[in-house]
């Protein structure tokens, strides 16, 4: 689009700040019946949390991921953490 300019973010980032977001975020949209979780977020945050255990591989066509029962556990930890009112 013409005249239209990529922002940039005047901070440094944290890998581990966004994949506890990312996490949190599935949470959000987590089907408590079979783990599965929608994985259209950022796919390197969603490879680290693969490589931590927190999530099943997230490569395919599917549109959601499935959760580890120790994702589960963090990523309710966290959506308290970052997103709850307590």
């Known amino acids: ?10 901070m440094e ?15 959000l949209t987590l089907d408590r019946r079979t783990h599965r979780a929608w994985k259209n977020l950022n796919f ?4 680290r949390l693969y490589e931590k255990s927190y999530i099943f591989d997230p490569v395919g066509k599917a549109k959601s991921v499935v959760l580890t029962e120790e ?3 963090m990523a309710e930890r966290l959506a308290q953490k970052l997103f709850g009112k307590n």
Do not use: N, R, S
């Open 13 to 27: 980032l944290d890998d581990a700040k966004i994949d506890e977001a990312v996490l949190a975020l599935l949470f």
């Open 1 to 10: 689009m013409p005249g239209h300019e990529e922002q940039v973010i005047p």
């Open 71 to 73: 994702g589960v556990a």
């Open 44 to 47: 390197e945050a969603m490879d």
